[in-house]
């Protein structure tokens, strides 16, 4: 059974800066693709940043391109969304979503989530 637990998420001001995290178990974290999607409310889940195993691959929404940065620590199976310069269009639930693949470039989800955590950005 894979379990995905975030955190780190909270209430900022614009212009501040948060670090996510997401912790992966029951899996081999190291050979995961991982992804972190976001959901405002009244809007579909979307794709924020996702990483290849080896953290090689990355890809970006472009609306958070040059301010946020997703990483991992194989050792600690741990993936980290930095998230600089935070606006209030970034308010949502950030989740984590782990076991994804890379297909041209591209990040496609599988069924593994975390609960989410809140990001509130306020102006």
């Known amino acids: 059974q894979v379990q995905l637990v975030e955190s780190g998420g909270g209430l900022v001001q614009a212009g501040g800066s948060l670090r996510l995290s997401c912790v992966v178990s029951?899996?081999?974290?190291?050979?995961?693709?991982i992804g972190w999607y976001r959901q405002a409310p009244g809007k579909r889940r979307e794709l924020v940043a996702a990483?290849?195993?080896?953290?090689?691959?990355?890809n970006y929404a472009d609306s958070v391109r040059g301010r946020f940065t997703i990483s991992r620590d194989n050792a600690k199976n741990t993936v980290y969304l930095q998230m600089n310069r935070l606006k209030p269009e970034d308010t949502a639930v950030y989740y984590c979503?782990?076991?994804?693949?890379?297909?041209?470039?591209?990040?496609?989800?599988?069924?593994?989530w975390g609960q989410g955590t809140q990001v509130t950005v306020s102006s």
């Open positions: 990483i290849s195993p080896n953290g090689g691959i990355t």
């Open positions: 979503n782990a076991n994804g693949r890379f297909a041209g470039g591209t990040y496609f989800s599988s069924n593994y």
């Open positions: 029951g899996s081999t974290f190291n050979i995961n693709a």
